[in-house]
């Protein structure tokens, strides 16, 4: 064990670089360790309110009225306060996507694939001034490197937990071991259950890209969506991710995304192949919307409420923001707004 940073980074995606990249900029001293790349590099897009028609107050209403009002209001007014950043760090493509469930165009991106350009970015920026460990980091050995050092940060970015599941969007490495890490460290955790599941409501079944979304968003573009008897059930309906997958699942479990109708322009802006029209899909697990109790500088809380000395955590493994359901785009936000949080909190906290 050769740990020698103020800080202790556990996950490699987004959550865990922006808050390596926060707590660099911050003076301390920064370890990170990674088995996996996690899902942050399929982020097409996130939320952030650009629009002269949308405001932060109309993001916290209707992040908040995707969540049924089960969210938990200091974290989302949190995020949507610090969402506006985004737009001054980074050079958005003009397009903006209105997400299932959101009143205005709000998802923004860049080529849509600002997750893996960011991450490319950071870790370019981060190269030789962060100590990376391509490794799983057991609860047994975060046990044994908080006895040794007690004063040392350590911020939990371990993503998800849908990759526990057969047939899911994740990669199977995403099983939701920063969980046990938080409560082995006296965290508490919340929403850890079935109905804090996220589905994505059109996920291929078949062929080598099974496991692998078709963008809900092309239902806007003129994509419909039928039965297995060929028949179109939603009608003009827009429903949200959740009502979506309920629809599938009231037609039998599977659906045909038939995109015959969507401009080729727009199939091809979400990266996806002209010849695929007729597409076999289902409702898979997808995000995981419980996780870690933090409160808005990303502190780890214990079950009094208490703050759990030098442990932090952001990203996917954290629970309270989405309530139950998860606005399409808020995912990246949450990752890039509260990795920098921990980041710069961890670090102020190294500082003091
Ligand atoms: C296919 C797909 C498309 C998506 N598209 C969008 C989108 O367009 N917009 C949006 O807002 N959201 C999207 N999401 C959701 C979004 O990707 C996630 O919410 C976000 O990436 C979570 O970031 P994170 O950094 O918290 O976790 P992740 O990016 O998942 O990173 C978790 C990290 O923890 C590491 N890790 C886990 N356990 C251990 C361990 N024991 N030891 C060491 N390392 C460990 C992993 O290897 C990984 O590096 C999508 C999700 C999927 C699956």
Known sequence: MKVVSDIYIIGGGLAGWRA?????????SVTLVANGVGNSPDIHALNCPVLPEDSVQQFIDDTLSSGKYQNDPALVEAMCQESVHLKEEF?????IIRPLGSTVPRCVSIKHAIGAIALGDIKRRLKDKVVVENRTMTVEELLEIRAKFPDMKIIIATGGWCGKYDFSTNPSYLKGDGLAMAEALGGALMDVDMAHVQYEPTVRVEGPRRGIPV????????????NMEGKEFLGDARLNKDELSKAIFDQGGYAFYDL??????KILECRMD??????????????????????????VLASDGSIVPGLFACGEVTGGIHGLNRLGGNGGTVAMVFGTIAGREAALEVKN
């Not at 050079?91 to 397009?95: A, Q």
Request: proline share 5%; with cysteine; hydrophobic share 40%.
């Open 91 to 95: 050079d958005f493509d003009d397009t």
């Open 274 to 299: 002209l010849s695929e029209r007729m597409i076999k899909v289902a409702p898979a697990p997808h995000s995981s919307l419980g996780g870690i109790v933090i409160d808005s500088r990303c502190h």
């Open 260 to 265: 015959t109708d969507v401009p080729d322009e």
């Open 215 to 226: 963008i809900t968003t092309l239902l806007y573009e003129g994509a419909r969506l039928l």
């Open 20 to 28: 390596a990249e926060a707590a660099v900029s911050g003076g301390a």
